[in-house]
């Protein structure tokens, strides 16, 4: 099995992601909120790239949630920002959400051009990887980024997914992790016992910290605490049946 890591969005050329198991990460914050709403028993979310697709889903269907950010904050007129916190009440649960933030949901929709798409933060890496493993094909991690830049958070994700693909594959195919994904893999080794702090060191973790988001970085940098995974079917994401984790 092939591991290949994309470092942001705008590098994903739809050609690589054909016939592949494509893992998309956003760890601060859209992929853990996303993880988050729909451990909580949300239905679906329907992530869309623009604010306008977003609106124009919820006019046709009004009863469901509009949830996002922009710059970090709740866009005006929509029920929810993109804080994992907001996404753990009982207003979500049965409801189908729509989604747009600034990087997360744009990945998501170039992944979903091709392949098969899960999805993964630091709060679900194991049991993503025993879903992506168990698919059997060649996998493409892509790292959200942050406005097309490479973003610490999501890397450090990306290499806990390969300590934890390397791990099963006893059971299978040898794994061959491309340059960016060894070298996330050793950052990861070199972090994981202090993740919080690493991440508020990340850019992202001391923008989020400086605008009052400081519990969302904290929360985001927990190690396999929903072990979950979402996938792609149907332009939404639900959430694929437990496996059993090793
Ligand atoms: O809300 C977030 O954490 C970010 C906002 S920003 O792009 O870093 O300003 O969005 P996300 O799509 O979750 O990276
Ligand atoms: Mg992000």
């Not at 451990?39 to 977003?54: R, S, W």
């Not at 493993?133 to 892509?142: T, W």
């Not at 940098?221 to 639900?238: D, E, F, W, Y």
Request: charged share 20%; net charge negative; with cysteine.
């Amino acid at each position: 099995m092939d591991i290949t890591v994309i470092p942001s969005v705008n590098e994903a050329r739809s050609d690589d992601l054909v016939n592949k198991t494509v893992i998309v990460i956003d760890v601060l914050r859209a992929t853990s909120t996303m993880l988050t709403a729909l451990a909580h028993g949300c239905d679906a979310i329907y992530p869309v790239e623009t604010v306008l697709q977003a609106k124009q889903l919820l006019l046709e269907q009004q009863d469901w949630l509009a949830g996002g950010e922009r710059y970090c904050k709740k866009i005006p007129g929509f029920d929810l920002g993109n804080s994992p916190f907001e996404y753990m009440d009982d207003k979500v649960a049965s409801k189908t959400i729509i989604l747009t933030t600034a990087n997360g949901t744009r990945a998501i929709q170039k992944a979903n051009r091709s392949g098969t798409v899960l999805i993964a933060s630091l709060l679900n890496g194991r049991a993503c990887a025993i879903e992506a493993a168990a698919l059997n094909k060649d996998i493409v991690i892509l790292c959200s980024g942050t406005q097309d830049v490479f973003a610490f958070e999501d890397g450090i994700c990306a290499g806990q997914l390969i300590e934890e693909l390397q791990g099963l594959s006893g059971q299978g195919k040898p794994v061959n992790v491309d340059d960016l994904g060894l070298s996330q893999l050793h950052a990861f080794r070199q972090v994981q016992s202090a993740m919080t702090e690493a991440l508020l060191k990340s850019s992202n973790g001391k923008r989020l910290d400086k605008l009052g988001f400081r519990e969302d970085v904290i929360y985001c940098s927990r190690m396999n605490l929903i072990p979950v995974v979402p996938v792609m079917q149907g332009g939404r994401l639900t959430l694929l049946p437990v496996k059993q984790l090793h």
